[in-house]
């Protein structure tokens, strides 16, 4: 549907993405008029550029990786070189099935309206928008304003790096060739998965990490055991290391290093930035809405998502809250009870659980051992390796770890962390712990079907207070 030159409607919402379609869904269901305004591609990060086609690729990786390392005897498994342009062409394919069906067609079937165009708000207070389909401006007016326009891959201030062809978490996904030696910047989720796709594809890969350690915001002991896969898997691993300068030269890249102090170079053929992304706030003219924005360029909001100007909403990455499309989709959902009904929604992260897929995976619920201390409790941990885990020994797959967080004083349990393959699923059992509030003698209670990665919770909490290594494979 045309949109007129001025229209008016309960709530604007800048972007398409999951924030977006998640507050446009929920407002809809409560008789509101909504519009949302994009500027690119309809879908945002998730579909497109970010969840659906990582996992895709990642999958398409791991397939190989099995057939590569399997460890069953009897069985006999090879692998050949990979066909980039046939793999990229497959993710494409499901990019595209997706971004229609979740997108383009439930837009038709809720009955909301999507302008293309470039959005920022107006000294009046209104959303004027410069639509492509027309060389001229709009103005849009509404009750509320929802800004949820993503983020975008950070670059860092490297010297050298601006004349560098360098890739980022969007622009690797498109490479048609595989490289021969590929560099990764940052040792984070994003970061993570990127290397282990590529190492898992056939390419050499050397990760660089400025923090001591990878996954830095984990466990150590999660950090330390993924550390140690990826480099029996040949992936080279260098924490402690800031990335001094890069430079071109012909196809190849170097990279100069202080790695612990000491200069080391690097080369390869190509160089991954992930360092963490950045919110998109620039050119929304917010200031002339009274609409503050953070350090990092992030929307401020409070609890129920209201930004400094209380008609204005935020939702979704361009807010710096974590970094998952569960989250924008929860946002949306507050933000439409929030600016259609004045519900007071809040949004608590309290049991949000985290998720990063490598391999094996990372899983994580609640507090660390360390924010544990430092919230004031009097912290009690105990780690299981996944020797103890009948899944992991019939998999003939040990490689991993759970690790339970609890208050010394009340047996409460406050975080379950877990390296493992599985460990995404299982962890929503952790989730329902903590929603719960078990302690960890009710955890150790509870029903936990044999022969599943979520036992390993199970028996971690039961570790607590017996020996497991003297429990038989089925016993409770």
């Given at each position: 549907m045309a949109l007129n030159h001025k229209s008016t409607y309960d709530l604007a919402i800048v972007g398409s993405g999951s924030a977006a379609f998640s507050t446009a869904i929920h407002a809809k269901g409560l008789?509101?008029?909504?519009?949302?305004?994009?500027?690119?591609?309809?879908?945002?990060t998730c579909v497109n550029v970010g969840c659906v086609p990582s996992k895709a690729l990642l999958a398409a990786a791991e397939a190989r990786h099995i057939a590569l390392t399997q460890m069953f005897p009897g069985i006999n498994t090879n692998v050949g070189p990979v066909d980039m342009k046939a793999l990229l062409a497959g993710k494409r394919d499901m990019v595209t099935g997706l971004r229609k069906e979740k997108y383009e067609d439930l837009a038709k079937v809720y009955g909301f309206e999507i302008t293309y165009g470039v959005a920022s708000f107006a000294p009046n207070g209104s959303l004027s928008v410069k639509r492509h389909e027309e060389n001229?401006?709009?103005?849009?007016?509404a009750s509320h304003y929802v800004i949820a326009t993503g983020a975008s891959p950070f670059i860092p201030p490297i010297p050298g790096l601006g004349s560098v062809n360098f890739l980022t978490s969007t622009t690797a996904m498109e490479v048609e060739e595989?490289?021969?030696?590929?560099?990764v910047i940052g040792a984070n989720a994003v970061g993570l998965e990127q290397a282990q796709l590529f190492s898992h594809l056939g390419a050499r890969v050397t990760i660089v990490e400025l923090q001591d350690r990878i996954a830095p915001f984990e466990e150590p002991e999660i950090s330390e055991t993924l550390r140690s896969v990826l480099v029996e898997e040949g992936v080279q691993v260098l924490t402690g290391s800031a990335v001094e300068s890069v430079r071109q030269e012909g196809k190849d890249i170097k990279i100069d290093l202080k790695h612990l102090?000491?200069?080391?170079h690097l080369e390869g053929d190509a160089i991954l930035i992930a360092t963490g992304r950045t919110?998109?706030?620039?050119?929304?003219g917010l200031k002339h809405m009274g609409v503050e924005v953070g350090p990092k360029g992030e929307v401020l909001v409070d609890d129920q998502l209201k930004t400094t100007n209380p008609k204005v909403f935020a939702a979704g990455d361009v807010t710096g809250a974590p970094q998952f499309v569960y989250v924008a989709g929860q946002h949306g959902t507050i933000v439409a009870d929030n600016a259609i009904s004045n519900a007071g929604r809040k949004v608590d992260y309290r049991t949000l659980p985290r998720v990063t897929f490598?391999?094996?995976?990372?899983?994580?619920?609640?507090?660390?051992?360390?924010?544990?201390?430092?919230?004031?409790?009097?912290?009690?941990?105990?780690v299981l390796d996944l020797s103890y885990v009948p899944r992991a020994l019939v998999n003939r797959n040990t490689k991993g770890l759970v690790k339970i967080v609890a208050d010394g004083d009340t047996g409460r349990v406050l975080g379950v962390h877990m390296?493992?393959?599985?460990?995404?699923?299982?962890?929503?059992?952790?989730?329902?712990?903590?929603?719960?509030?078990f302690t960890v003698e009710k955890l150790a209670?509870?029903?936990?079907?044999?022969?599943?990665?979520?036992?390993?919770?199970?028996?971690?909490a039961q570790s607590f207070n017996r020996n497991v290594s003297l429990l038989s494979c089925c016993a409770s």
């Open positions: 008789g509101a008029s909504v519009v949302l305004i994009e500027q690119g591609i309809i879908g945002g001229e401006d709009m103005e849009i007016q595989l490289p021969r030696h590929i560099i102090g000491e200069n080391l919110p998109n706030t620039s050119n929304l490598t391999t094996p995976q990372i899983a994580s619920v609640g507090l660390t051992d360390q924010a544990a201390i430092e919230a004031g409790y009097s912290c009690d941990c105990r390296l493992a393959d599985g460990a995404a699923e299982s962890i929503l059992a952790g989730v329902y712990a903590l929603e719960a509030n209670s509870v029903w936990a079907p044999y022969l599943t990665m979520s036992e390993s919770i199970r028996l971690t």
